[in-house]
């Protein structure tokens, strides 16, 4: 275990006297209360390319002398500190900022001590006012100056010799004390003169500055199996690099396959999840690793890796992005079972252990050992053969990986893994797939992954949506936590889009992509693909265990829709941005209000959705008109962008209809 | 500065993906959000004795194994941990508590850890409640046992052996699993069982638990000087033992004395703090040290060394306690500034520097300087000297201080010197006199002092002091932070009292007394002395300047209600506690309805208190009856414990008229 992080924080394992006096005497502050902090800087927070961050702390010291204080941040690799001097903000807090221009990690800290040339000065100053004799005090601010010229070099300390010589020709006249109050001394004074008591806040805070698509992209999720046209066989990579413009047509960015490698044979599953495969089933695509090979390999019914570079150079044609499936378990035929043994568990009769939850069994699927058996060491080989994995497809582009399962693998195997690509591929995105307890979906947000599946799938009502989003825009989880709002997966066809129709999905997918600036849909969504195993939110047929052919233009489909939906992300700054998300009040259940304003542009983008996917509702709402610092009798231009029209509204008190046929506005408004 | 204490507690400054990875892989476990714990545990929390404190922490692991985890404790001089099992609150959320017996700091910190055995037991009840095989399994059970048995000894060693040679006997028979699944196995399993993925917070906390004394007492504060019948000379040591027995009749704890040590004469502040004393002023004690000694020295006015010794005896015997005042700064006059001119600042024409707080002078006092010149090292040996001095008094008895003015001395001294003192004397306790700023306030109980002024002199509306006390008890500083309520003090004749009369002498002292559980008064009070300087919260005549006697039977003195007061204190345990104020419902903005249940006792008293000293006032209030678990219209006793006399009230709402001259009802409320 690191030994920094067991270390006692405070003093008493110091036990006597004189050591533990001049342990302490240096900490003459008490910074408190540092923010943005997670769990005492034990993980970093998140950003994005061109955000500034603003840090605030507590400088506590003793005394009435004039404090001051610098926020220190460097990149991780820079040797150097670079300091912004603090501000003043209220109540012994003060801030500052910095601009997070690479995508990289920054470190962070904050330091105050005591300005004993501008304590002077202010004293000083107060005395003259009083009409106080200052005679030895110019003296005493003289000296200081002094101090401080040794610590000079180059032209500042030629500029502090003319002054220094001018102060002393001055002793004893009125302008000795103008030379001392003048402007130059004050700035080379602030550079130059003695800082009392430095303290330097004990914690080197950490912030990731991921790009921007770790904050905003629209996802489209495919079974790369069912991208043809033949129902009898795989599509190839060919017929997936066909697929491109239908996804780009929509206006998504990311196109997100599940895992590509070979297929195990062994208790391979049949169609629905069956335990004995059909002669043409194709299994699971997790559960993966054959003769072909494992983990880095493409399977041969997809096509060969030069296929698959050819594959990423398309999807990178068409200004989209490849992201990777990664899932660590393996088929019982996978090589490394044969090569690694001790990275599995044997049973006393000489059986591997398959996966099981009891009494739950994963016939298909066996899980690796990340520890020597009874909790002993880690097992390097292993880690390093799966960030390795990772690695490989790095090299060959792939930067964005939705990871299957997290939170049943190793917590400090993620931190250690998502750090170590990192450091090779800053631009490299993890995605946790784990619909798992909240503090562990969290805790796998703070010790790494850029972003997190959610519980928004299961969040439908008003008071749900709102309190949910509430927590995770507003609360600390901000800090470390980017919810990707998938609004159907493979494994989940939620109970809303079962029973709600294609009204429901229409609905659902503008929550997705306007309460979330990052999310997705897994096709099928599009065509409003709703048969469900009775009772279940699983999908009937699903692809994950068969061979299926999609008609792309099924009637009823809402591809218009979500391309619009996506025309509006691109086009409104606003909704680019995850944690400026407002609600609003709207006096009706059915009806949610919210908005996003945008930081740094004059965008404002205002909400209104049916939740009742069955019928039409109305309510009375308030119109945010503050948010453009207008009156409330003020009136605006609303600009409906679904439908694409405008209107005025006069005053903060307003009417909408919405049809659960069309159950949303987005509305942009501006002033009048 | 500590080592520890710089240390960065995220891994980024490890570098290469070995040491990471073996750094990292030891904390299997994410333990969060332990509590309680101040500042990432840089502070201690506070307790008294006799206290259970209770801990909670998030246990945050991969996967679905049996988690379970331990409360470690020792106290501060231990070597070994004492463990107590957590118990699963709520959402992976663990708790326990440890019985806080001694005066002494304890540390404590929390471990989680996956329970092999108990793992393997819960996984096989599932598969033997679903019918499946479970032979294997057996087997697998049996080797755990094996193993845990390498780690026993002596009795426990026999029966484990005994135990694997019947569970041998039984493989493949039922019985293995009635031998493996019994309360004999899991009892030893839960001991020597396999403790997986063995995560410590990494964080050692520490509770400082004081005295009863710390958290309960009253005090009563007086000028040593003004306690004769001579209003020509100071009193001495034996007109303060003459007037101990009306403290003590008053049902007083303390006796605080402001200082007793020589005072200087150059510079000495006249009557009503002048400039310029006359021939028979004796000066402010405050201004500490002359030719007859300094900060270890008696005032040989008041009397000697050994005069003192039969002081400290004279209090203990009337079953009260001294304390004293430690006030660091000195006058002009002071042994130190001859013998130690390094630790006092000397100007540039060679004179010293007085305390000041421009524009303000003060000329009868010097401050001494805890650093060399513009910010250099501390200065030792005047550390030394200063705990020293408190130490000089513990010897002879004391255990109480009074600390003035301790934010305009460096942070670090107090947590050094307090921590220094109590090392020696666990029961010495440390009252800070700093009405400053709220942050710093908290800081100085943050990092050490026992019990703290307050802000309760200027709360006097409802919403100020329900406010005020919600913040102090039921927020993060009641971890940290004792109020101790003066009412008054000599520095601080409030305007209410100046105002208000006699009523408001006695509804502020009900308030100090029942508000917090340890307050104080200053003499005087007892008597609705409130001659101020005319626009000033100062005294006028302040005995900080001159002689003064006193007529303690003077008219209108409330010495019967303080007594009644403090004899209620006594005798209800629900007023010995700080934390279980509760406010209640009165529908008048005059009137203040407060309660305090007893933990440990069947005692609930209930306050209601007219907050306007002018005028009666009238208000339904609502008889919180839920408290003692009793429906809305239930009938209870109503003991009015001031003027002594009970009556019944049935069902929660009520009404209560309140004279100012009798401001305040303090009732014990028991079910009929």
């Known amino acids: 275990m690191n030994d920094a992080v067991v270390a006692d924080r405070h003093p008493s394992t110091i036990t006597t006297g004189l050591d533990r006096l001049h342990s302490l005497a240096g900490q003459r502050f008490i910074i408190g209360d540092v923010a943005p902090e997670i769990d005492g800087g034990r993980y970093p927070i998140k950003r994005e390319v061109g955000d500034r961050l603003e840090v605030f702390a507590d400088l506590i010291c003793d005394g009435h002398a004039q404090v001051a204080g610098a926020l220190l941040y460097r990149e991780q690799t820079d040797e150097v500190w670079r300091e912004v001097p603090l501000r003043f903000h209220d109540n012994d807090r ?8 690479r995508n990289t990690r920054y ?17 000083v100053t107060k005395k003259v006012n009083a009409g106080q004799d200052v005679t030895v005090d110019m003296t005493e601010g003289a000296g200081l100056v002094e101090i401080a010229r040794e610590r000079a070099q180059g032209e500042d300390r030629a500029s502090f010799d003319r002054l220094v010589a001018e102060v002393a020709a001055a002793a004893g006249s009125p302008r000795m004390q103008e030379f001392l109050f003048s402007e130059e001394i004050g700035r080379l004074m602030r550079r130059y003169g003695t800082r009392i008591g430095y303290t330097q806040h004990p914690t080197v805070l950490e912030v990731v500055v991921d790009r ?16 043809g046209t033949d129902a009898s066989r795989g599509a190839t990579i060919d017929d997936c690099i066909a697929r491109l413009p239908y996804i780009r047509g929509m206006g998504f960015d990311v196109v997100y396959l599940v895992p590509w490698h070979p297929i195990g044979r062994t208790n391979r599953k049949g169609r629905n999840n069956t335990l004995i495969a059909g002669p043409g089933d194709p299994g699971s695509p997790y559960a993966i690793g054959a003769d072909e090979g494992g983990h880095t390999a493409v399977n041969p019914e997809w096509g060969t890796l030069d296929d698959f570079k050819r594959f990423v150079a398309a999807v990178g044609q068409y200004g989209m992005e490849l992201a990777m499936d990664f899932a660590i378990q393996c088929s019982p035929d996978h090589p490394w079972i044969k090569e690694h043994r001790d990275w599995f568990k044997w049973r006393p009769d000489g059986s591997i252990r398959y996966a099981e939850n009891p009494p739950k069994r994963y016939e298909d699927i066996v899980n690796v050992e990340f520890y020597e058996p009874h909790g002993g060491q880690p097992i390097e080989a292993l880690w390093l053969e799966l960030r390795d994995a990772v690695l490989f497809w790095c090299a060959l582009g792939v930067r964005i990986y939705r990871v299957d399962n997290p939170h049943t693998k190793p917590l400090p195997f993620w931190e250690w893994m998502i750090r170590e690509v990192q450091d090779q591929y800053p631009d490299a995105v993890f995605l946790a797939e784990a619909f798992t307890r909240p503090k562990l979906m969290k805790a796998l947000a703070k010790l790494g992954y850029t972003q997190s599946y959610s519980y928004f799938t299961w969040r439908n009502t008003k008071a749900e949506l709102t309190a949910y989003l509430e927590e995770l825009t507003q609360g600390p989880a901000n800090e470390y936590m980017r919810a990707n709002f998938f609004a159907n997966t493979p494994d989940i066809l939620p109970t809303i889009l079962q029973q709600g129709g294609r009204p429901a999905f229409l609905q659902r997918v503008v929550l997705a992509a306007t309460l979330s600036s990052v999310y997705g849909i897994y096709n099928g969504y599009e065509l409003c693909e709703n048969e469900a195993v009775p009772g279940k939110e699983e999908y009937w047929n699903s692809e994950k265990y068969q061979y299926k052919v999609w008609d792309w233009d099924r ?71 503050w948010e453009l610092g207008l009156p409330d009798h003020a009136t605006v231009w609303m600009e409906e962008l679904m439908a694409g029209y405008r209107f005025t509204w006069t005053g903060k008190h307003q009417h909408v209809w919405i049809d659960n046929q069309h159950p949303a506005f987005i509305w942009r408004v501006t002033p009048a």
């Not at 904050?215 to 991208?227: H, L």
């Not at 542009?601 to 019928?615: C, E, G, K, R």
């Open 94 to 101: 003060w801030t500052a900022s910095f601009p997070l221009e």
């Open 107 to 123: 470190h962070y800290t904050v330091a105050a001590w005591v300005d004993e040339f501008e304590s002077w000065h202010r004293d």
């Open 212 to 227: 921007v698509a770790a904050r905003y992209a629209a996802w489209y999720e495919m079974f790369w199996r069912s991208q």
């Open 555 to 625: 009637t009823g489909n809402i591809r218009e829709w979500i391309t619009r939906l996506n025309e509006i992300r691109k086009e409104n700054p606003a909704l680019h941005e995850y944690d400026n998300l407002k609600f609003y009040n709207a006096w009706d259940d059915n009806i949610l209000l919210y908005g996003k304003m945008a930081r740094n542009a004059n965008n404002f983008i205002l909400i209104a959705v049916n939740l009742d996917p069955h019928s039409p509702h109305d309510a009375h709402l308030e119109l945010p008109l």
